[in-house]
T-cell receptor, first 112, second 116 residues
Framework: SQQGEEDPQALSIQEGENATMNCSYK?????LQWYRQNSGRGLVHLIL?????REKHSGRLRVTLDTSKKSSSLLITASRAADTASYFC????????????FGTGTRLTIIP | GAVVSQHPSWVICKSGTSVKIECRSL??????MFWYRQFPKQSLMLMAT?????????EQGVEKDKFLINHASLTLSTLTVTSAHPEDSSFYIC????????????FGEGSRLTVL
């Protein structure tokens, strides 16, 4: 079953604008991760945020985590056409757990 | 970062035949690999956890005899779809955690199976 649900399911914005995707999950976690998937390809890890962290940055990416609300957001600033992809959040339930549970994903389209 | 190679990237087969998909960790040893299935425009569904030297652990609802997983070495796991049927057509993706155990998964490029 899906641990995370992403919102929105699909998002289209103009190049240069910021894109925000949200992820909600159900149970306590050790960390939450965001992945990107280009159409028909494998997933690429973007960023990991631990349960004791509230915000993390990596280049044009900014991730927040609110464990009280069991939610996370991914912000992509100054979007580019190459950012067009599906983005998934994934939760790691506890340290030493081997499995990640993926959310439903957001399909992001950047319009040139 | 760690590299995971998956082969073949796509395969077409006739109904009733078996298809083997390989997943290799190229620059690290992976005691555990994961096999996912993904339907169009949907999320990844974990099928099984592949453990080196032991039996795979299957998720509920996944047929063990249908999807045979073998993890014979620290760098290779295989998924064999036996007696494939059109409903088995899907995108199959493998992944592994790196040795650093920092938490992230490294994914193969996926294998698209079409059963005629």
């Amino acid at each position: 079953s899906q641990q995370g649900e992403e919102d929105p399911q699909a998002l289209s914005i103009q190049e240069g604008e910021n894109a925000t995707m949200n992820c909600s999950y159900k149970t306590s976690i050790n960390n939450l991760q965001w992945y990107r998937q280009n159409s028909g390809r494998g997933l690429v890890h973007l960023i990991l945020i631990r349960s004791n962290e509230r915000e993390k940055h990596s280049g044009r990416l900014r991730v927040t985590l609110d464990t009280s609300k069991k939610s996370s957001s991914l912000l992509i600033t100054a979007s580019r056409a190459a950012d067009t992809a599906s983005y998934f959040c994934a939760t790691d339930l506890y340290f030493g757990n081997e499995k990640l549970t993926f959310g439903t994903g957001t399909r992001l389209t950047i319009i040139p | 970062g760690a590299v995971v190679s998956q082969h073949p990237s796509w395969v077409i087969c006739k109904s009733g035949t078996s298809v083997k998909i390989e997943c290799r960790s190229l620059d690290f040893q992976a005691t555990t690999m994961f096999w996912y299935r993904q339907f169009p425009k949907q999320s990844l569904m974990l099928m099984a956890t592949s453990n080196e030297g032991s039996k795979a652990t299957y998720e509920q609802g996944v047929e063990k005899d249908k999807f045979l997983i073998n993890h014979a070495s620290l760098t290779l796991s295989t998924l064999t779809v036996t007696s494939a049927h059109p409903e088995d057509s899907s995108f199959y993706i493998c992944s592994a955690r790196g040795l650093a155990l920092t938490g992230e998964l490294f994914f193969g490029e996926g294998s698209r199976l079409t059963v005629l």
